[in-house]
């Protein structure tokens, strides 16, 4: 069973263009998180789905960003008009029903210059 | 809101010596309390996670302790080794079940 993939691994954009992470979960698991991580500095909740719904957005700001996790298909976080505070790691987890442990991925490093 | 405090920040002992890193945590609610190590340039993984039904768990030189009452939970590993070096993250669950992190501690152990 392969782990959590994201990609890409690292992704550099400009001011103002778009950027999109893409996590496929691990095979069975239906409930995928997403985490901000600047350096030196902690797990910021985003975002929880679970397939095809938003379960929990508090911790995504309202504009610019968004989430989905299509039926079919890897989770998708989307930032537009990106800045330069938008540099970070960006890890998505993974979790099966009923199980509480999450199962990250190696992390999105996004680069704004 | 839901919050989770994390001390110290920084932690740097001798090998051989125990760390014991502490969070708090703001929703009584919370029952699920995970802790995970990152590697430098790593992801995250578990190393041990204990729930609200037990007091104390062991898994060899790791051990969490938690105290319900007063909200606050502890990691404790003995006998460190270089290897142990890290940062490492409490987290408490939240009221929809995702985790809150505590901010990290990073934990160096010195040969």
């Known amino acids: 069973n392969a782990g959590v993939m994201q990609n890409p691994r690292h992704l550099v954009r400009r001011r103002g263009q778009e950027a999109r992470l893409r996590c496929s979960p691990m095979?069975?698991?239906?409930?995928v998180y997403w985490y901000r991580q600047l350096p030196e500095e902690g797990l910021k909740f985003m975002v929880y789905l679970q397939k095809e719904n938003i379960i929990d957005e508090s911790g995504m700001p309202k504009e610019r960003f968004s989430a989905e996790f299509p039926k079919e298909g890897p989770s998708i976080l989307r930032i537009q008009q990106v800045v330069r505070g938008d540099s970070a790691a960006y890890f998505c987890?993974?979790?099966?029903?009923?199980?509480?442990?999450?199962?990250f991925g190696e992390g999105s490093r996004l680069t704004v210059l | 809101g839901e919050n989770v405090e994390q001390h110290p920040s920084t932690l740097s002992v001798q090998e051989g010596d125990s760390a014991v890193i502490k969070c708090t945590y703001s929703d009584s609610a919370s029952n699920y309390f995970p802790w995970y190590k990152q590697e430098l340039g790593k992801r995250p993984q578990l190393i041990i996670d204990i729930r609200s039904n037990v007091g104390e768990k062991k898994d060899q030189r790791i051990a969490v302790t938690l105290n319900k009452t007063a909200k606050h939970f502890s990691l404790h590993i003995t006998e460190t080794q270089p290897e142990d070096s890290a940062v490492y993250f409490c987290?408490?669950?939240?009221?929809?079940?995702?985790?809150?992190f505590g901010q990290g501690t990073t934990l160096q152990v010195k040969p």
């Open positions: 987290a408490a669950e939240g009221n929809t079940g995702k985790l809150i």
């Open positions: 987890a993974s979790s099966p029903d009923g199980v509480r442990e999450l199962f």
């Open positions: 095979k069975g698991h239906s409930h």
